[in-house]
């Protein structure tokens, strides 16, 4: 349910404009009821039929409104949201993309974190001495020296095997001297963090469209150039403290 106050604003914002309640939901050309329920505070809009609403009223929407909707969107959102309508579908769509990689990249930040168990549950998977998170190190011939246990259970079915984390350059995400659990199966995206081996150096690195990234901003990111052999080894899909 509404809030008194924020239903008693919306009815003075209307009344203040000069329009009747027929007026405002023909034009919008909603129910009677609908409407007649924002302005006693059985409902709300949503926070885009809000700012539709202070557009139609010629009122500064962030001036009148402070709090949040229940509809979960604050005005700072809707504010950003008029911007992107006055912006040409060209560029509307580089927005949109740009919203989408961001929001994928920060989706792959939703690491894993395994715990480490001595339950007699488990199963044992390869794991490589390291994988770099700073300068390269070649690593991950056949010569597996170690073996890691890992619980068994549907959350570790995709763990192939295990890299110790060499280095700091994926700091906060990876940290020096964990173990980055790797499926061989999972399919790799941009934004994903992967191990990868540039002509013979293996990092564990987030994929770039061009260039293996760092996630500590101190680090430099690594280019990939047409002449580079980059292979990758598998996606890192969580991690274990050991």
Not at 18 to 36: A, L, M, N, R, W
Not at 47 to 70: A, I
Not at 134 to 152: C, H, K, R, T, V
Request: glycine share 6%.
């Amino acid at each position: 349910m509404a809030s008194k106050e924020f239903s008693k604003k919306l009815k003075e914002l209307r009344l203040r404009a000069g329009f009747s309640q027929k007026q405002v939901y023909e034009h919008f050309d909603i129910p009677q009821s609908t409407f007649s329920s924002w302005e006693v505070g059985k409902s709300e809009p949503s926070g885009d039929m809000l700012l539709k609403l202070c557009e139609y009223y010629e009122c500064d929407m962030l001036k009148e409104f402070s709090q949040e909707n229940s509809s979960g969107i604050t005005y700072e959102e809707l504010k950003i949201i008029k911007k992107y309508r006055s912006l040409s579908p060209y560029d509307q769509e580089t927005v949109t993309t740009l919203l989408n990689r961001l929001h994928d990249r920060e989706e792959s930040r939703n690491i894993i974190e395994y715990t480490s168990t001595s339950n007699s549950l488990n199963r044992f998977i390869p794991y490589q001495h390291s994988a770099s998170a700073g300068s390269g190190i070649y690593i991950l011939g056949n010569e597996a020296a170690d073996q890691l246990a890992i619980p068994i259970g549907p959350e570790y079915d995709d763990v192939d095997y295990a890299v110790r984390v060499n280095g700091d350059s994926m700091s906060p995400d990876f940290n020096d001297g964990d173990a980055a659990l790797v499926s061989q199966r999972k399919e790799m995206n941009i934004g994903d963090v992967g191990i990868f081996v540039k002509n013979g150096e293996a990092f564990i690195k987030e994929l770039g469209e061009t260039e293996l990234i760092s996630r500590n901003p101190e680090y430099p990111n690594i280019p990939v150039m047409e002449d580079d052999n980059v292979v990758c080894l598998g996606k890192v899909i969580g991690k274990l403290q050991v």
